[in-house]
């Protein structure tokens, strides 16, 4: 035994440890989330071509995007609860190499019957994304750096969408539609690999420093032991507080729906712009988007020190904020310039990305850590609900009544938003609630 432990103190001794090791796992999850959306928004950014060549109308195209939306709305909490009970480090690399191959086959595809047979099963592993959000902030961060870390990772559900439309034009110059869907999925693969090399969870990484695994783990929470699925979502379901976060997702997600699979097609449409214009400018709501995500955090800490709101409290003020600017989408409809246009579907991308990710921050600050993907890919599939039956809406309804009224409804949403977020997870004292006993 006395052996065994000085063998492991000198290993110890010999191991070079990486500082601050948990923002450089931060970064490697953010990739894998950018990855994630390139792959995704492949189908946006050629929507006007895919609509040609399997001849599609609108109606049908919808149901094409709902077919993601649907799979993406059940699995998320199936994905969240397999990631809570294998670890994030297998359940997000299994469902990674799923997605990629799916994004593969799109090349193959000969109807858009076929489209949405793939983007189903797409769907369904892409679902991992949001519950593993979660995971990785718990995981890694104490409760005081979790709003600031939220922040950041949110970069990289917004930074893929806006690398997407560059990198998918690229693609389909040299190589057609086919090309630019085998192009992001072997992006997917790549990632998976480096992943699944890199990644360990912090109390066995070889390369964390004692400092810093207890500064992760300074508050001391414990893990329980894993729920099976249905008794979870039951445990979660009868918690108000989950309403305060399931209520305003269900809101906030038609307009992310919207600038991910319909904003290329509103451009083309009814702003008259081709594909390479698309490209030049459709990433412009995701860089504010991006930069809307990294700001949320630190809007939160302003709200916790300067008006001393609770760090609850001070993550619903970010939200509400972030409600207050996604009013410029309604603004929007009543300007002629398009490039005006795109300025304005910008600032809502930069609010929406705040309540988003503040959002996440809500699940990780008041939830335990042993069910934060179960609980995190439950917000999602409501958020997704929402989405699914909005793009359902656009189908059938923007060749009659065009964009502009659903724009107008998309600015307003968020509000009733918040009035959930402030009726049901909101502190009603002035100091903050004591840690909920584990």
Not at 198 to 218: F, G, M, T, V, W
Not at 254 to 262: K, L, T
Not at 306 to 323: E, H, L, P, W
Request: aromatic share 14%; glycine share 8%.
């Amino acid at each position: 035994m006395t052996i065994d432990i000085e063998r492991n103190a000198r290993l110890s001794a010999k191991r070079t440890f990486i500082p601050h090791l948990r923002w450089w796992m931060l970064s490697l999850f953010l990739l894998g989330v950018t990855v994630n959306y390139i792959t995704r928004n492949s189908l946006g950014i050629l929507a006007p071509e895919l609509k040609t060549t399997f001849n599609m109308s609108t109606e049908q195209y919808s149901w094409v995007v709902a077919s993601f939306q649907l799979a993406y709305t059940v699995f998320q909490p199936i994905c969240g609860w397999l990631i809570d009970a294998i670890g994030l480090k297998l359940g997000f690399v299994v469902c990674a190499v799923i997605w990629s191959v799916m994004c593969l086959l799109h090349a193959g595809a000969a109807s858009w019957v076929h489209l949405a047979i793939l983007r189903f099963f797409m769907g369904a592993s892409e679902a991992a994304a949001t519950p593993a959000n979660a995971k990785a902030i718990g995981d890694w961060f104490p409760k005081k750096e979790r709003p600031i870390a939220a922040g950041w990772a949110g970069v990289g559900f917004s930074l893929g969408a806006m690398l997407a439309p560059p990198i998918i034009y690229l693609a389909h110059v040299s190589l057609g539609w086919q090309g630019a869907f085998l192009i992001s999925g072997g992006i997917g693969l790549v990632w998976a690999a480096v992943w699944a090399w890199l990644y360990h969870a912090p109390n066995i990484h070889p390369r964390l420093s004692p400092n810093e695994l207890k500064h992760i783990q300074q508050d001391g929470e414990k893990i329980g032991q894993q729920m099976p699925f249905f008794k979870a979502l039951k445990k979660i379901g009868r918690d108000k507080r989950f309403y305060g976060i399931a209520l305003p997702a269900f809101m906030a997600e038609p307009a992310w729906a919207v600038m991910s699979f319909w904003v290329p097609l509103y451009l083309a449409n009814e702003r008259g712009m081709d594909l390479k214009q698309i490209v030049l400018f459709a990433w412009v709501p995701f860089l504010a988007a991006d930069l809307g995500s990294i700001a949320s955090g630190y809007l939160s800490r302003a709200y916790h020190r300067f008006f001393k709101c609770t760090r609850v409290n001070s993550i619903v003020a970010s939200s509400i904020t972030g409600a207050f600017l996604m009013f410029s989408l309604a603004v929007m409809t009543q300007v002629q310039d398009p490039y005006v246009a795109i300025a304005l579907i910008s600032v809502g991308g930069f609010g929406h990305q705040i309540i988003s990710c503040m959002l996440s921050a809500l699940v990780v600050e008041t939830f335990d850590r042993d069910e934060l993907a179960t609980v995190n890919g439950m917000r999602g599939s409501c958020a997704w609900i929402a989405s699914f039956i909005f793009s359902l809406i656009i189908g059938v309804s923007v060749d009659k009544i065009g964009f502009n009224p659903l724009f107008i409804a998309m600015g307003l949403f968020d509000f009733i938003g918040a009035f959930f977020m402030i009726l049901f997870i909101a502190d009603r004292a002035s100091k903050p609630k004591a840690v909920r006993a584990q």
